[in-house]
């Protein structure tokens, strides 16, 4: 993580996160703590990253989730050069 990151809050948060195993606990922290525009933002660039994973182009993933392509570029640009989180996530 760049050191902007890196901190002790953030490290906080990211426990909070793993401590949630089931998916009614996260969806209500989430809920909690972001807006409805941060939860679909971040949802809408779970399924890019998904849809990049599975070989879909620009096209078809702006038609399918409605992103932007900077939002695809960001999302791929992280997926292959990022620490690793989306595929993570991904991969299970």
Not at 56 to 85: F, N
Request: with cysteine; proline share 5%; aromatic share 6%.
């Amino acid at each position: 993580m760049p050191d902007v990151i890196r901190n002790e809050q953030t490290e906080n948060l990211c426990r909070a996160f793993a401590g949630l195993n089931d998916p009614e606990n996260v969806r209500a922290f989430l809920e909690d703590i972001a807006s409805p525009g941060e939860i679909r933002a971040m949802s809408q660039r779970l399924e890019v990253a998904r849809l990049l994973h599975d070989g879909m182009t620009y096209p078809e993933i702006m038609k399918a989730t409605g992103a932007g392509t900077a939002t695809i570029s960001r999302v791929k640009r992280c997926l292959e050069y990022g620490p690793g989180g989306y595929r993570a996530v991904l991969g299970k």
